[in-house]
């Protein structure tokens, strides 16, 4: 089946701009994560939905970026006022529920801000 | 707090030599050690897990949680293992996310 996809896979943006980035699960799985990975480094954790809740969000860096999962299924990271440093690959994953253990990645979208 | 740490950000290889990379966590609890790996162009996915014990690919890890490490080892490389390979963790006291180390790029040399 199809695996996780995400939406677009560059993004080249001014600073100060908002920007949407798009996940799409694989179906069935009601668990989504988000993670940021920064030149050099390993994936961080951003927000993890189960349903359409966010159950943990600890790891959004300021109130610039939210996220939003109303049906469940696709979900949008937005970034308003965009940083410098905000450019980094942005990778979705998704899992059944209660399986962290076992996350599915999707091939991430690229945001460079300028 | 939760940290995984790779100590070598590259590492070099000649193809039929063994292969070790290195990974170090700090956890309070029993957590869930990986092993992911991301091949030139190809998105994360999973290597092995602890708790699975298998090898895959002929890798196999080992959690030693006296030594709070998990090392990923090959006894003989191969040019197709070239590749960034990242430890994680997950914590079994409800946190549902992968905390991961920052890296190591293997390169295997003909």
């Known amino acids: 089946g199809a695996g996780v996809s995400q939406t677009p896979s560059n993004k080249v943006t001014e600073k100060g701009k908002y920007v949407e980035l798009r996940c799409d699960p694989i179906?069935?799985?009601?668990?989504l994560y988000w993670y940021r990975q920064s030149l050099g480094q390993g994936p961080e954790f951003l927000i993890y939905?189960?349903?359409?809740?966010?159950?943990?969000d600890s790891g959004l860096p300021n109130d610039r970026f939210f996220a939003v999962r109303p049906e469940g299924s696709v979900s949008t990271l937005k970034i308003q006022r965009t940083e410098r440093g905000d450019s980094a690959v942005y990778l979705c994953?998704?899992?059944?529920?209660?399986?962290?253990?076992?996350?599915?990645f999707g091939p991430g979208t690229r945001l460079t801000v300028l | 707090a939760q940290r995984v740490t790779q100590p070598e950000k590259l590492l070099s290889v000649f193809k039929g030599a063994p292969v070790e990379l290195k990974c170090n966590y700090s956890?309070?609890?029993?957590?869930?050690l990986f092993w992911y790996v991301q091949y030139s162009r190809q998105r994360l996915q999973l290597l092995l897990r602890?708790?699975s014990r298998e090898s895959i690919k002929g890798f196999t890890a080992d959690l030693n949680k006296g030594e709070t490490s998990f090392h990923l080892k090959k006894p003989f490389a191969q040019e197709e293992d070239s590749a960034m390979y990242y430890c994680?963790?997950?914590?079994?006291?409800?946190?549902?996310?992968?905390?991961f180390g920052q890296g190591t790029r293997l390169t295997i040399n003909p």
């Open positions: 994953a998704s899992s059944l529920p209660g399986a962290a253990d076992t996350q599915y």
């Open positions: 179906s069935g799985h009601t668990a």
């Open positions: 939905f189960q349903g359409t809740g966010a159950a943990d």
């Open positions: 956890y309070s609890g029993s957590p869930e």
């Open positions: 602890h708790i």
């Open positions: 994680a963790l997950v914590g079994f006291q409800g946190a549902q996310k992968l905390v």
